[in-house]
């Protein structure tokens, strides 16, 4: 006999679903074979301990910090530790002059070196830019030209002269003395190009060698290179990212360094004759080397053909704005205009001023310390959930008798597939688990257990008018996924509104509602429906066996397919008693039997 549509779709949806947990075991399980993968999801500071570093910051003037400054170098270390996969790090301030850094595990050279590196803020030309990664066109070229499109504004190549000022020149020192350290990347740079053929405008289109635009156009920004891109040496090109990763460019070699602004602040903006415009900017004063130099490069780059007429301003390696020179910026007070907000000129002025200052980081202690948590609070987290969990099973198996099951093998799915996602993310992603991560899992569980609810009930529901259990299942299922899906969306939006708004800890515990927030849509999608739809083609849930949890005669369905009524049966020796069962049955009659009755009567009544 042929599968029905329905069958051959659950049978597809469960084929589908145990491929994508069969891949994911497998990518895992490749990793822990031959990278850094483990069986396990990695474990955050506070259930496994890990390093904690005490840094101090002063300017390499020796002039003492301010708090601001201190704040921005904290903002600054905890980008920097977020882009080397290590999360759940908690930094913060000790004092006016201190900053405490706490990663869990071993922190390794790498992130160590990226942690006492100085603020470094650059000037480039934009010599091309392309989409980041994961979005549209449109995204990308409103993030490359008007990601902070400008008034009056910089970027672009100097002059031979200008290209070997004072401030470049340490900079390709220091480039210099970090070519062990930049590893492939600048490697591939330095093969692309003829020694004898270097250009001399760092603006020069030349830079981009058929190997350079090949490494480009395979870029992306969520790859591991885009990571490094602060270790880019300051005499070559760079491709990189913006904040947001929705542009990728490639950007000459630095032509100023940061620490020739000397101010950067967030106001309102005039025009010439001194009127408000009512929007935004982010006004930036520099010194007399940076506004000489300024000068001539926005001299040549005003009027150029896109994206040649942009700059870029460079902080450890990614690009903080990148915006179009619109005027000849002679007295070194460019500005940057375009769709900001208080709150948002504000960051990028702060990232400018203080990405600017020379701050050093000298490591005062660096010592191992304990969980704070430890195990005993994993533990007994885990037992609260399956605590938990043993209460949805109690609830499932008193409420719907066999179709209990159900959920119990849902629940177990969900499970897995949580397990695994996470022990995933700890691979690839860099993600621990912490103990707000374990309370984000243990809430979830009440949210998948009420999807099953609510599909179960949508069932029920259907069957009491009428449905046959075939029937019933499909009309139950396509009036219970809306509700699951409002249901889950809204607990999906709070938690990435949650984990953008928030740090530390609480980054977890959104990461992991989110995570099991999208699992409980794939669970009752590919799992819990298809399971349903070919349970109710076996002779006990079709039969409506008083265990199944679907009887109809127990749920009030005082008939069996449409328009068929059941009178009950009722043993009466007098017509007391025959009036109080025909009351009981009224009672017993759902909405669509009423109407039904109703529509049946009108049609009596017309005839």
């Not at 659950?10 to 069986?39: C, E, H, K, P, Q």
């Not at 405008?201 to 395979?218: M, R």
């Not at 090109?237 to 490639?250: E, F, M, R, V, W």
């Not at 080397?289 to 000068?295: I, Q, S, V």
Request: glycine share 10%; aromatic share 8%; with cysteine.
């Amino acid at each position: 006999m042929a599968s029905s549509p329905a069958v051959r779709r659950a049978r597809r949806s469960l084929v589908l679903l145990l491929v994508f947990i069969v891949g994911l075991a497998g990518l895992i399980t490749y990793g822990v074979f031959n990278s850094n993968a483990t069986w396990t999801p990695k474990l955050a500071l506070d259930l496994q301990g890990g390093t904690q570093v005490l840094l101090a910051a002063e300017q390499t003037g020796g002039e003492a910090v301010a708090g601001d400054q201190l704040q921005q170098a904290v903002s600054i270390i905890r980008q920097r530790v977020d882009a080397a996969g290590v999360s759940e790090a908690e930094i913060t301030t000790q004092g006016n002059q201190h900053i405490s850094v706490s990663i869990p595990g071993k922190a390794d050279e790498a992130t160590m070196q990226r942690i006492e590196a100085s603020a470094n803020l650059d000037f480039r030309p934009v010599l091309t830019y392309g989409i980041g990664a994961n979005v549209d066109q449109a995204t990308a070229e409103d993030g490359a030209e008007a990601g902070t499109a400008s008034d009056d504004a910089a970027a672009e190549g100097a002059t031979p002269e200008d290209a070997t000022t004072e401030d470049a020149a340490a900079d390709q020192a220091a480039g210099e003395e970090g070519e062990a350290a930049e590893g492939a990347e600048a490697e591939a740079y330095d093969e692309s190009l003829d020694p004898e053929t270097i250009p001399e405008s760092a603006g020069d289109l030349a830079w981009i060698t058929p190997a350079l635009q090949e490494k480009f156009d395979a870029f992306t920004c969520d790859s591991d290179a885009a990571l490094d891109a602060g270790n880019a040496r300051a005499d070559r090109p760079l491709i990189t990212c913006d904040d947001t990763g929705a542009a990728k460019y490639i950007l000459g070699p630095v032509e100023l360094d940061g620490s020739v602004i000397t101010d950067a602040v967030a106001q309102v903006g005039t025009t010439s004759t001194g009127a408000s415009t009512g929007e935004w900017v982010v006004q930036i004063t520099m010194n007399q080397e940076g506004t000489d130099t300024f000068g001539k490069i926005s001299t040549r780059l005003f009027g150029a053909a896109e994206p040649q007429n942009q700059f870029a301003f460079v902080l450890d390696g990614r690009v903080l704005s990148a915006p179009t020179m619109q005027a000849q910026i002679l007295d070194g007070r460019p500005s940057i205009s375009g769709q900001f907000t208080q709150e948002s000129a504000a960051a990028l002025a702060d990232q400018l001023k203080f990405g600017a200052l020379p701050i050093d980081f000298s490591v005062q202690s660096q010592e191992d310390i304990s969980a704070t948590l430890g195990t005993s609070q994993l533990s007994a987290g885990l037992l609260a959930g399956l605590i938990g969990l043993l209460l949805v099973v109690v609830y499932s198996a008193f409420q719907y008798r066999a179709l209990g099951s159900l959920t119990i093998a849902s629940l177990v799915i969900a499970g897995v597939l949580t397990y695994l996602l996470l022990t995933f993310f700890s691979w690839r992603q860099g993600y621990r688990l912490s103990l707000a991560g374990v309370a984000g899992i243990i809430v979830a569980v009440g949210f998948t257990a009420d999807s099953f609810i609510v599909y179960f009930e949508r069932i029920r529901d259907a069957l009491r008018d009428g449905f046959s259990i075939e029937s019933a299942v499909e009309h139950g299922w396509k009036r219970a996924f809306r509700t699951v899906l409002a249901s889950d969306g809204v607990n999906f939006l709070a938690a990435v509104i949650l984990f953008i708004l928030a740090v530390g800890n609480v980054k977890g515990f959104a990461f992991t509602l989110g995570l099991t927030t999208l699992v409980d849509v794939l669970v009752i999608a590919f799992f819990t429906h298809p399971i349903m739809t070919l349970l109710a083609r076996t002779r006990f849930y079709q039969g409506g066996h008083p265990f199944s949890g679907l009887d109809p005669q127990k749920l009030g369905a005082v008939y069996r397919g449409r328009m068929q009524f059941r009178e009950p049966v009722v043993a009466s020796r007098g017509g007391k008693k025959n009036a109080r069962s025909q009351k009981e049955a009224a009672r017993r009659q759902t909405i669509a039997e009423r109407k039904a009755l109703m529509a049946d009567a009108s049609a009596g009544k017309e005839s």
